[in-house]
């Protein structure tokens, strides 16, 4: 990376959905005055009798948990999308101003473990190869249907991502319409595939891989990278080192060193501010809107909050929600950082 | 608003930003076990011997705040953007996915009033007029800038929205380049001017006020309502009910209604949970890029993040970050609410 950049305000360019970021990697000498956040316990109990995700135990909505033994999905008691909701469109006024239209869809929650006090990087790499399978068949299974055009799985970590829950587990919401990040990541890869007959991310891949300042862990299968267009402070993204569009193209030694990668991340999290790291993370795999998707290539986002410490986070306030999304250390020092702290989850 | 969609998930379209929302009306049932806020507490001081903002005092950086008595600007100490800020552009790897260019600008902060205990909901509108003539200066000066394209006027309350003082005050980030969520609504505004031969902000203004179940507040100049494809629970929006693209193009009058309708929306959200209700709000003017606008609409946005107490917050995680926005109390009910509230707020 050029040194001016390194020092002077800047601006980078994501070409997966056309949008800047605004870098001021001169401004971490700001004093901190505002909201600081609870420090994350560590969870000790492998069962909790009040945990509604705990095997056995009674939901909020009154059903009860099965007792489960590996990974559990069940559908959401209080689902975002539902698959009877009436298919309707409306415009009131008919001026294009007020438009709506039915959305329906799936919402199911996967327990990645029975185990109360687990987290992916507390988990075993064939602990996580089975949340691996179950992803690939819960994808598999709602992309067959018509109508389900896309299949969002994703985790929310710690109570400052919204997690109601520290038992660990993820998400999938699945629904009629392909939701706008997917759009637009679709539309950037498409400009792209056009302009250069190549796939943006497989060509992304080889030069952070070549460059290597941005890179925090790989293994045969994978590249974990701090994107040059990253919005989060520590936000990573996962790459396939080949060309797949989805879980299910895996080959087995893939599905291992997928779950290898997810595990090497989240334990690199949990070192950098010595405390469990809240992040939001999720997979994107092409849409399943029975068209073919050679412009895609399967990825994963981390979305961590944190920025100074354990308790200070980044907030996506103001110039963000109003301008333009923005961030204090390059993407270069955040990938130091986590690379020291990869090496430490090494054994020696 | 059709019924259907007052008790089933649909999405709605921003046509200024041409996104969709999803609305998740029947979630609401939803108990809480997440994390809840710190509820704010009121400041009581009127000077506060630590606050780097009260008149007189030492801020962080070492400069001394003058003993200023009315508004007060001056350069941020941690500005995010720098007028020195050297200008360059790279594309390393030369395939089009490392690029960064050089970003200029200036970042002053505004304070709204000596007073330490104030809030814009607090002053009277006389004292919010002078904030609006500092504002409409601030827009004058910047924005006949050569090298600024946008001033981005905005405020942080709270410490819920990183605000890190609660000395009534705001920000501006003036920049060499217009930033993506105005470039997006300069798209929408431009698209709907060309196929309709009208101003969608206009147009919306009027249909909203005909039809007035999102309708919050209102006076002779201006109208403050809950978008159609509000994101945020309580969002609001403050639309001129005449045709104006910046600050400087309004009379007298307006600039007092102007004044009088920050106001009321203020002083409204400070009712409906009975606590200083957080938020992010930011003006919208036309970019000073040189060109004209006439497909441009001034507005404000008001981005509140709480959603069922002065203590549980809407958290845009997981989905909203890797698929779409969503909600759950649909913007009518939230208007419905506030519209309440509002009621409480003027003298019997
Ligand atoms: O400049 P402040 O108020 O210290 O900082 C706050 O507002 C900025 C602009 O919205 C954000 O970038 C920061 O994350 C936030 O903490
Ligand atoms: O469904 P949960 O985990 O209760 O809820 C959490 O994740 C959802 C999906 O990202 C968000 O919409 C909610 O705001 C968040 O609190």
């Known amino acids: 990376m050029i040194s001016l950049a390194q020092q002077n305000p800047h601006r980078r360019f994501n070409p997966l959905k056309r949008e800047w970021v605004l870098v001021s990697p001169h401004r971490t000498q700001r004093p901190w005055q505002g909201q600081t ?24 909505g009154g059903v009860r948990t099965d007792k489960y033994t590996t990974t559990y999905v069940f559908e959401n008691d209080f689902a975002a999308l539902k698959p009877d909701a009436p298919q309707f469109s409306s415009d009131e006024g008919g001026k294009g101003l007020l438009l709506a239209e039915g959305e329906s869809g799936v919402c199911r929650v996967i327990c990645f473990s029975p ?27 709602l992309g067959a249907r018509d109508d389900i055009r896309y299949v969002q799985i994703f985790e929310n970590r710690g109570a400052m991502m919204g997690a109601s829950n520290p038992h660990p587990h993820g998400q999938l919401w699945a629904s009629r319409s392909v939701p706008d990040e997917v759009v637009s990541e679709l539309a950037g890869q498409r400009e792209y595939l056009a302009k250069n007959q190549a796939v943006l991310l497989c060509e992304y891949q080889k030069l952070e891989e070549s460059l290597g300042e941005r890179v925090v862990a790989k293994n045969e299968s994978f590249l974990a ?41 989240t334990t690199t999290y949990d070192q950098v501010f010595d405390t469990p790291f809240p992040y939001s993370m999720g997979l994107h795999p092409a849409p399943c809107d029975g068209e073919q998707h050679p412009e895609w290539q399967f990825h994963v986002h981390f979305y961590p909050p944190l920025l100074r410490s354990a308790t200070v986070r980044k907030f996506m306030v103001g110039y963000e929600l109003l301008g333009s999304p923005q961030r204090d250390i390059t993407p270069e020092s955040a990938a130091t950082t986590l690379r020291e702290a990869h090496l430490r989850t090494l054994p020696l």
């Open 37 to 60: 956040e609870a420090k994350t316990a560590e969870v000790a109990l492998t069962y909790d009798p009040t945990c509604y995700l705990c095997p056995g135990n009674v939901r909020a």
């Open 115 to 141: 185990r109360h006090d687990l987290t992916l990087a507390k988990m075993s790499v064939p602990e996580i190869c089975s949340v691996v399978d179950v992803w690939s068949e819960q994808y598999a299974e």
């Open 225 to 265: 990278v701090v994107p040059f267009w990253a919005v989060w402070p520590f936000e990573v993204m996962i790459l396939p080192r080949r060309h797949v569009t989805t879980l299910q193209e895996f080959t087995e030694t893939e599905r291992s060193d997928f779950a290898a990668i997810l595990h090497s991340v």
